[in-house]
T-cell receptor
Framework: LAKTTQPISMDSYEGQEVNITCSHN???????ITWYQQFPSQGPRFIIQ???TKVTNEVASLFIPADRKSSTLSLPRVSLSDTAVYYCLVVSHGSGNTGKLIFGQGTTLQVKP | EPEVTQTPSHQVTQMGQEVILRCVPI?????FYWYRQILGQKVEFLVS????????KSEIFDDQFSVERPDGSNFTLKIRSTKLEDSAMYFCASSVGRGPTDTQYFGPGTRLTVL
């Protein structure tokens, strides 16, 4: 599984757009990029997933360049309730895949009023 | 929206005691997982389970741990003889499939405190 690297922490203010970039230089052809969010004392929650180009849902957008060695999670107009840890994961489609998710340290986003 | 549930929300036990953590996965899901998170650390994979068998387990999941799906709805994690270092949040998750596009849904967790 490709190793991911993302900033340990970020600060933002309410109403701003937040972009969290994750690098995954060793991503394999069959791998997908998935982002989870975790609030304190809660389980991780799926936000968005993509393979290439751009994906958008009601919560966020995910930008993936052509080489797929990095990805950027974009949160539009954050509010205080978006304060959480955001995890970038590379998920494999290999034949030996058992569904195991490998979490890194994540990015702790602090949204200030 | 269907959700994964876990009981109890908090379990306090003495070192050496057995604990059973319970989970009810989403009803049409076939793949089940346990993860743990020690306070201030990252979420760690423990075990994956499918078709009443363990699919994969991590180094953490030693002989003190076991999982079971005793009926059609519950999925349990048993720690036979708890240690202080087992204190953590334990999360159950489930998914329809095991592919990269099969989202894993996590429960709210059980906080295990070993004294």
């Amino acid at each position: 599984l490709a190793k991911t690297t993302q900033p340990i922490s970020m600060d933002s203010y309410e109403g701003q757009e937040v972009n969290i970039t994750c690098s995954h230089n060793n991503i394999a052809t069959n791998d997908y990029i998935t982002w989870y969010q975790q609030f304190p004392s809660q389980g991780p929650r799926f936000i968005i997933q993509g393979y290439k180009t751009k994906v958008t849902n009601e919560v966020a957008s995910l930008f993936i360049p052509a080489d797929r060695k990095s990805s950027t999670l974009s949160l539009p107009r954050v509010s205080l309730s978006d304060t959480a840890v955001y995890y970038c994961l590379v998920v494999s489609h290999g034949s030996g895949n058992t569904g195991k998710l490998i979490f890194g340290q994540g990015t702790t986003l602090q949204v200030k009023p | 929206e269907p959700e994964v549930t876990q009981t109890p929300s908090h379990q306090v036990t003495q070192m050496g005691q057995e604990v059973i953590l319970r989970c009810v996965p989403i009803s049409n899901h076939l793949y089940f997982y346990w993860y743990r998170q020690i306070l201030g650390q990252k979420v760690e994979f423990l075990v994956s389970f499918y078709n009443n068998e363990i699919s994969e387990k991590s180094e953490i999941f030693d002989d003190q741990f076991s999982v079971e799906r005793p009926d059609g709805s519950n999925f349990t994690l048993k720690i036979r003889s708890t240690k202080l270092e087992d204190s953590a949040m334990y999360f159950c998750a489930s998914s329809v499939g095991r592919g990269p596009t099969d989202t894993q849904y996590f429960g709210p967790g059980t906080r295990l405190t070993v004294l």
